[in-house]
């Protein structure tokens, strides 16, 4: 029986050394340290991805119809001036201005 003891401790008393190592000061405070990283973490990841919604759809909103503005008026430009160059007239950008 005495044996028994040793091998199996009673319930509520754990002398294991990975029991009184789990239960030290630094231990402790390194679970803390780690929950609050953690927390704090998803907090910056929450916003992160906020603000990557916000700009992405501004983006989309503002940016993206510019673009398509700006390559159609390069296009429109571009015929102008292969029209120009067909029929021997000087493109609009080099013509002399009108008189007056």
Same mark, same amino acid.
């Given at each position: 029986?005495?044996?028994?003891?040793? %091998?199996? =401790? &009673?319930?509520?008393? #754990? #002398?294991?050394?990975? *029991?009184?190592?789990? /239960?030290? &000061?630094?231990?402790?405070? $390194?679970? @803390?340290?780690? !929950?609050? *990283?953690?927390?704090?973490?998803?907090?910056?990841?929450? !916003?992160? $991805?906020? *603000?990557?919604?916000? &700009? $992405?759809?501004?983006?989309?909103?503002?940016?993206?119809?510019?673009?398509? @503005?700006? #390559? %159609?008026?390069? /296009?429109?430009? @571009?015929?102008?001036?292969? /029209?120009?160059?067909?029929?021997?007239? =000087?493109?609009?950008?080099? &013509?002399? =201005? =009108?008189?007056?």
């Amino acid at each position: 029986m005495a044996s028994q003891s040793r %091998r199996f =401790p &009673a319930k509520g008393r #754990d #002398d294991s050394i990975l *029991a009184k190592l789990s /239960q030290s &000061a630094v231990v402790v405070r $390194g679970r @803390e340290a780690a !929950s609050e *990283a953690t927390t704090v973490a998803k907090k910056l990841l929450r !916003s992160t $991805g906020k *603000a990557a919604w916000i &700009a $992405g759809t501004t983006f989309l909103v503002l940016v993206v119809p510019l673009i398509i @503005e700006m #390559d %159609r008026e390069a /296009q429109m430009n @571009e015929l102008e001036m292969q /029209q120009a160059s067909l029929l021997g007239t =000087p493109p609009p950008s080099l &013509a002399p =201005p =009108p008189p007056k």
